[in-house]
């Protein structure tokens, strides 16, 4: 069996372009891809996965069952510039020394902000 890598994360939205523009803006990343509204991918600053958005008529409706969780040095800062962006608080978690915060996009996609440091 080949070993796997993960090369795009991939999300379901009303609006491709918007969508990968704001995340964009939250991870560093450049957006590419035709501007046709159809889809759009971002291509990560730093190095990891892209993240992938695609034109739905119907999102899956209630919570996704996968969410992306993104490492971060102060978890608070980028938690309350992400709400003040048009994200949604929707939990702050912590065990043994890790600590979360669980978020929402705009579309209503959740995905955690995590640090190990327990703040």
């Known amino acids: 069996m080949d070993t796997m890598t993960i090369g795009m ?6 609006d491709a372009r918007a969508l990968a523009t704001w995340w ?16 759009a991918v971002v291509a990560p600053a730093l190095g990891g996965p892209m993240l992938a958005f ?12 996968a969410h992306v969780d993104l490492m971060v040095a102060d978890r608070r800062a980028t938690a309350a510039a992400m709400v003040a962006d048009g994200a949604t608080l929707v939990g702050e978690r912590a065990h043994d020394g890790f600590s979360w915060t669980t978020l929402a996009d705009p579309d209503g996609n959740q995905f955690c902000l995590a640090q190990t440091d327990g703040a």
């Open 9 to 14: 994360i991939t999300f379901d939205t009303t």
């Open 24 to 39: 964009s803006r939250h991870t560093g990343g450049t957006v590419q891809g035709p501007d046709d509204g159809a889809s």
């Open 54 to 65: 695609q034109r739905v008529d119907d999102p899956t409706p209630g919570k996704n069952r």
